[in-house]
């Protein structure tokens, strides 16, 4: 990361620039103006924007309060008004909003703005929705309707769960900002792009390439029973439920893997190959091939999903199971997963 930090030293025997607030002593006494950076382009909330209107109210009399409270001179007071008038006016806002804000402030006490105000708690029981221009009425309708409904009832409870109306609270609803800047860099998750089909990955010696199915349906023969892949992938893909089909004789099994599918499969060709020289190793797929003498298969990527735990794949490999009948006799998987277990061993 590149450092581009610039610091600027400024030196002043008369006057200081603190946040908003810029000092000068002047014949011995402090005054004290609003202070604004060379670079702030006054970009306030367009007038347009869809927010309530006394959002946009509230936003020029805080702004013109702001100033009062800053100016210590009435005259840099009426002086940086204007300016901020002009701003305001830039941003479409209505010429008598904008000085009914300057008026109401050059109104207000400049001490009382420089008391620390204690906020009225309010007990209110909000009623939060998001905003849009049409549901301006909400506020009126819940007034009205609370007054019937608890004039009218005998619900006790109800009284006492809500002794004021609902206070109507808009959130803001989904935007284009929200949508496209993410402000916590390290949550920026990059989205893979999944593809729908089945392919072969086409590495130079991979040994899942030529026995890879990139058919978009799969079929057990021996129970007749479909599905199609909505989540294909390809040999690299891991955290996935995988179909072997014996090339002899057509019978199904199914199994689940964390693992890269192409390092799973050679797991099972060495199971299968180790049991037909006698090892014992209590595998399906690998007592179907020493049993029956048979040898090739294929495999065919069902389902994967790069968030799934264990018990999440192994509830889909029942559910694949179940869905392709391919427990036995008609096909080489000889048992459910006891899922339950699995489940209480998470929890
Ligand atoms: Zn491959
Ligand atoms: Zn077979």
């Known amino acids: 990361m590149k450092f581009n930090l610039k610091y600027d030293v400024n030196f002043s025997k008369s006057e200081v620039n603190f946040l908003d607030v810029k000092i000068k002593l002047i014949n011995g006494k402090l005054q004290t103006d609003v202070f604004t950076k060379a670079t702030d382009a006054h970009f306030f909330l367009r007038f347009n924007s869809c927010h309530p209107k006394h959002s946009k109210i509230g936003l020029l009399k805080s702004q013109f309060l702001r100033i009062r409270r800053i100016c210590s001179d009435n005259s840099i007071f009426k002086k940086r008004a204007n300016e901020f008038k002009l701003y305001f006016q830039n941003r479409d806002y209505p010429l008598r909003d904008i000085e009914f804000a300057i008026n109401f402030a050059s109104a207000t006490d400049r001490n009382s703005l420089l008391n620390k105000t204690n906020k009225i708690a309010n007990d ?19 007034y009205k309707n609370y007054k019937n409904i608890i004039e009218n009832s005998n619900l006790d409870y109800l009284q006492k769960a809500f002794p004021e109306p609902p206070m ?14 993410q402000t916590d860099i390290f949550k920026v998750k990059v989205k893979k792009q999944i593809s729908t089909t089945n392919h072969k990955c086409n590495r130079s010696r991979c040994k899942l ?19 199609t892949i909505r989540n294909g992938g390809n040999c690299t893909t891991s955290n996935c439920i995988y179909a072997i089909t014996c090339n002899d004789c057509k019978y199904v099994n199914i199994g689940q893997t964390g693992r890269m599918l192409s390092d799973r499969i050679a797991g099972h060709r060495s199971d299968i190959k180790l049991s037909k020289l006698g090892n ?5 797929t690998a007592e179907h091939f020493k049993n029956f ?6 495999v065919t990527l069902l389902d994967h999903n790069s968030n799934w735990n264990i018990n999440d794949r192994l509830f889909f490999e029942d559910l694949y199971i179940a869905k392709l009948k391919s427990l036995s006799p ?7 997963n006891d899922i339950v277990k699995y489940f209480y061993k998470a929890i």
């Open 280 to 284: 014992e190793k209590a595998i399906e």
């Open 124 to 142: 209110r029981v909000p009623c939060v929705v998001s905003y849009h221009p049409s549901i301006t009425r909400l506020p009126s309708i819940i």
């Open 330 to 336: 008609n096909g080489m998987n000889n048992r459910h």
């Open 209 to 227: 390439c030529p026995i890879f199915n990139e058919s978009s349906n799969f079929t057990n023969c021996i129970s007749k029973k479909s599905i």
């Open 293 to 298: 003498n048979h040898s090739g298969f294929n």
């Open 168 to 181: 109507v609270a808009y959130k803001q609803p989904p935007n284009l900002k929200n949508k496209l800047i």
